[in-house]
């Protein structure tokens, strides 16, 4: 049994935009991407592991991300019952289509970015 992939209601002014603008603010929060990145990447993470793979990002930044990934359906919140109890995040069928648009973010990136000693001479 296939079961329809899961559809985000959004309100549009106009078909013409709708699709590019609706997807950008849903992922183009600052950290929503990279996060969603490293759970590609590494698969199920503990908020500990995470926030070391996500470097600069505070506990409470972090947390509030999470919260809204997960309350938009691209993020899984699973207590894994262990001494000590411990909360692992993963990736939805959702949040988990989101990898052919980080991937090309991040192809993009290694072919037109480098770093720069001095922050100055840096895009962001």
């Known amino acids: ?16 935009w709708c699709p590019v603008t609706s997807t950008a603010t849903l992922i183009g929060k600052k950290w929503h991407c990279v996060i969603v990145h490293r759970l590609l990447e590494n698969g199920p ?15 409470k930044v972090l947390s509030d991300v999470l919260e809204d990934l997960e ?7 699973e207590i894994v019952n262990e001494k000590p109890v411990r909360v692992e995040y993963s990736l939805t069928d959702l949040g988990r289509s989101l990898e052919p648009v980080v991937m090309a973010m991040r192809d993009w990136g290694l072919e037109h970015l480098e770093e720069v000693s001095d922050p100055a001479d840096s895009i962001a």
């Open 45 to 59: 993470l503990g908020f500990s592991a995470l926030q070391t793979e996500v470097d600069g990002i505070s506990s």
């Open 1 to 16: 049994m296939t079961t329809e992939p899961t559809k985000l209601g959004v309100w549009c002014a106009g078909e013409a």
């Open 71 to 77: 309350n938009k359906g691209f993020v899984n919140r």
